[in-house]
């Protein structure tokens, strides 16, 4: 069984810029979340997709979006990219009979810097 | 929302010694999570613990539900227990909200 798998590990952009991020599920779990880590801090929810349609966003601007995919993959994107989007950008997933209710399971991380 | 305090922020250690960190938060939570956070940034799920006690080899964990807080004891500590420990709690159908986390040094 594969655990959560997140590319490109490492990303710089520059500010203005638009940048996607990718995140495959564990195998069986269709739900996911994602996650925004600035230095020296807790994760913080972006939002979540359960059966490709998002059921659940945090405190971020519309200029942070995604997807979920039939596979349970799912997309990160971020639009006009600003100097405070630096950060670790982490996806986690959650088994079938969870929604936000179960353990998650948290992939490796992007490592997003803007300049 | 629910406010999760961890504490302490920070905390060195002689390997071999043992520590508890401790996880407040401020209202009644239907999930709690301790995730230890490598130096590469990989979480890694320790412990589902809403309430009552667990133990994984030198690991365990408290929750004490009604009076809302958590505790995770590490015994024997080795070089390799360094990094950051977070809790993660859930009050109702929100999202999980992260604490600050400690960052335990283990010094050789």
């Known amino acids: 069984e594969t655990g959560v798998t997140q590319s490109p590990t490492h990303l710089i952009k520059t500010r203005g810029q638009q940048v996607t991020l990718r995140c495959s599920s564990q195998?069986?779990?269709?739900?996911v979340s994602w996650y925004q880590q600035a230095l020296g801090q807790g994760p913080q929810f972006i939002f979540q997709?359960?059966?490709?349609?998002?059921?659940g966003r945090g405190n971020f601007p519309p200029r942070f979006s995604g997807l979920q995919f039939p596979n349970y993959s799912s997309e990160l994107n971020v639009n006009a990219l600003e100097l405070d989007d630096s950060a670790l950008y982490l996806c986690?997933?959650?088994?079938?009979?969870?929604?936000?209710?179960?353990?998650?399971?948290f992939g490796p991380g992007t490592r997003l810097t803007v300049l | 929302g629910i406010q999760v305090e961890q504490s302490p922020p920070d905390l060195i250690l002689q390997e071999g010694a043992n520590s508890t960190l401790r996880c407040n938060f401020s209202?009644?939570?239907?999930?709690l999570q301790w995730f230890h956070q490598n130096p590469w940034g990989q979480l890694i799920n320790l412990f589902y613990?809403?309430?009552g006690t667990k133990q994984n080899g030198r690991l365990s964990a408290t929750t004490v539900a009604t009076e809302r807080y958590s505790l995770l004891y590490i015994s024997s500590s080795q070089t390799t227990d360094s990094g950051v420990y977070f809790c993660?709690?859930?009050?109702?159908?929100?999202?999980?909200?992260f604490g600050k986390g400690t960052r335990l040094s283990v010094i050789a």
């Open positions: 997709y359960y059966r490709e349609e998002e059921n």
């Open positions: 209202d009644s939570v239907n999930n």
């Open positions: 613990i809403p309430s």
């Open positions: 195998s069986g779990h269709n739900t």
């Open positions: 993660a709690v859930r009050s109702g159908n929100t999202p999980l909200v």
């Open positions: 986690a997933s959650t088994p079938p009979s969870g929604s936000f209710l179960d353990t998650q399971y």
